[in-house]
Each structure stands twice: as C-alpha cells, then as structure tokens.
C-alpha cells in the first residue's frame, strides 16, 4: 500500500473519530468485539492522530501530535441541524398520530348507546404506583405459570423511577440478571446505561423491566407459551406505570408488545400505539456488542426518543 493510501485511510478514521466525539456519541466507541473480554482498543478519550499535510512522495508518515477536539455542541453543525428538523418533524407528528388515536371511537360489538358513560380513574400518585409495583413484584416472585419457574434463580420483576416517562422493555433475563435480580445488568446493561446518559438520562430516571420476568435456560429465546403466560404481567406493570413513551429493546420484546411478527428494520420505522401510548422499538444492547455498525441507526433512535419523551411531558404539565 502506498504511502498516500495510508495517510487517507489516518485521515478518513480522523475524521470519523472526531464526528463521533463531537456527536458526544462515547457510547458509540468504548465497547470492543462481543467475544474479546479485553478492554476496547478505541478509548473514547485517547488522542486522535491530527489530518497530516498532504506529501508529495512516499515518504513515511510522521506521527503528529495529537490535537484535542473540542466538543461542540451537536446543533452547531449543520449535519445535526438537518437531524434535529427531522425530529421536529417526527415528534409532530407522533403527536398528530397519538390524537388522531384518541378521537377514534373503540369498536364493540356491546357497543350501547344507553350505556354509562365510563367513570374517570384518577392516576396513581407516584407513592400509589411504587407501592402497587411492589405488591405485583411480591406476587410474581413465587409465579409457577409457566415452565421456566423451575430453572430460574429468582424472578426479574424491573427496576427504576414508578413514575417515570419513559418505559425501556427487554426480551427476557440473561445469566447475569438472574442472579442479581434486576433488569439489563453486565456488558448489555453497561451500553444500555451508557446510552441513556448519552441523551440526559440516569437509570433512576426512567423504567427498566423486560417481557417475561424468569431466565430462559441458557438464554434461549423464550416460548410461545412462555410468552402468553406472563403477558399479563407486563401489562399489569404498564397499566401501573403508565408511561408517556415504550421504548421496545429489541424484535421480541416489541413482537410480544405489539403482537406482531414485522421486522425490527420495519419496526423502527414508525411510531406504534399499545393501549394509547406510543411504542418505539431499537435495537438490543447486546445486538450492538456483537453488531457495532447499529450503533449509528440506534442512536437517531434515541435521540428521537428522548425528544417525543419531552414533547409528551411539557403536553401534560
Ligand atoms: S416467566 Fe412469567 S409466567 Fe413464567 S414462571 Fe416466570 S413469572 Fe411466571
């Protein structure tokens, strides 16, 4: 390879390095290979190599010191400002998609026009909804409905704010969840708390639980059964939470959601409505350490997310 073919390949990864960095995207550099337990050989604050100035021979590159970059707010960049239109656009219309929702009647075959009209619930205050949550995670800790009780360690009920916004749904408990009793822990859960602080959020901020509360023995995917089983669960624990936004992690935790067998590729495209509140789906965590390309796509993913989460609260206050 010439000495001008390497100097474009230092200048390409320069540049593409700096755009990360100054997207703030850390999440999107630290995480090596799924497989290498080694730490990652891209740190997120290691000196970059600086462009070099063009040569006219092969002469051999001299490194050059590094430059630090400063991060700049995203919005200063045009790229961004044409992203951050795009999302406007997208959290105005979810919001068009969402009212036009709630204005269509509900079909029923009951349906009586002398019928009462269906009281007003008053929603839970947040200590309401803690202390309920606690009741259902008491209950389903003993839950024998359905064949993985046997195998489990303990059940995974969910962890985070009773009050929050925004709901994050996985699949099911890996190894590590259940032996610590709790949601998206180990390498998955690292990304998924790294990914939340990239858009201004803590764990404690937002809702984490998954679709089925035991481990499927050697992290199989779960049964249809198995599914079917502890859908009632899930939807016990939405209807306490009530959230402004789900956010599926992943093709089976939106399928089980939603009911349908569509693409995650599909599903990512559009903005679905479960009992009235708008379901996102992205990618898994885990499928981004073993698919680090994903990372671009999931993060436009959350950054719409966290937008629509704003637009809904600043809606009800
Ligand atoms: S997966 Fe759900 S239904 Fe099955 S045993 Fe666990 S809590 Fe019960």
């Not at 956010?247 to 009911?259: E, F, V, W």
């Not at 693409?263 to 479960?274: D, E, M």
Request: hydrophobic share 35%.
């Amino acid at each position: 390879m010439s000495g001008d073919s390497l100097k474009r390949i230092a200048r390409d990864l320069h540049t593409y390095l700096t755009q990360q960095q100054e997207a703030g995207m850390e999440w999107y550099l630290d995480e090596g290979p799924v497989d290498d337990p080694s730490p990652s050989t891209v740190a997120p604050t290691a000196p970059v190599p600086a462009p070099e100035v063009p040569v006219a021979t092969d002469a051999p590159i001299e490194p050059v010191p590094a430059e630090p970059v400063a991060p700049k707010p995203p919005a200063d960049k045009p790229k961004d400002l044409e992203f951050q239109m795009a999302c406007d656009a997208f959290v105005r219309e979810t919001i068009n998609q969402i009212e036009q929702h709630r204005q269509t009647p509900v079909e029923s075959d009951q349906a009586d026009i002398f019928s009462e009209p269906e009281e007003t619930v008053e929603p839970l205050t947040p200590e309401a909804k803690a202390t309920t949550l606690a009741a259902l995670a008491e209950q389903i800790s003993s839950c024998e409905d359905c064949k993985l009780h046997s195998t489990r360690n303990q059940t995974v009920f969910g962890v985070g704010n009773p009050d929050a916004g925004l709901v994050f749904i996985g699949e099911a408990p890996g190894r590590n969840e259940d032996e610590q009793g709790e949601p998206f822990v180990g390498r998955a859960g690292k990304l998924l708390t790294d990914i939340l602080k990239a858009i201004g959020f803590e764990r404690d901020d937002i809702y984490i639980c998954t679709t089925i509360k035991s481990r499927p023995p050697k992290n199989r995917d779960p049964e249809r059964d198995e599914v079917q089983a502890c859908e009632p669960y899930l939807k016990q624990q939405l209807a306490i939470l009530e959230p402004k936004v789900i956010c599926c992690l992943g093709r089976h935790a939106a399928m089980t959601l939603l009911g349908t067998r569509d693409s995650l590729g599909n599903l990512r495209k559009k903005v679905h409505i479960y009992e009235g509140i708008p379901v996102m789906a992205t990618y898994h965590p885990a499928a981004l350490l073993r698919n680090p390309h994903w990372k671009r796509d999931t993060w436009e993913d959350v950054r719409k997310l966290r937008a629509l989460h704003d637009a809904l609260l600043a809606e009800t206050s």
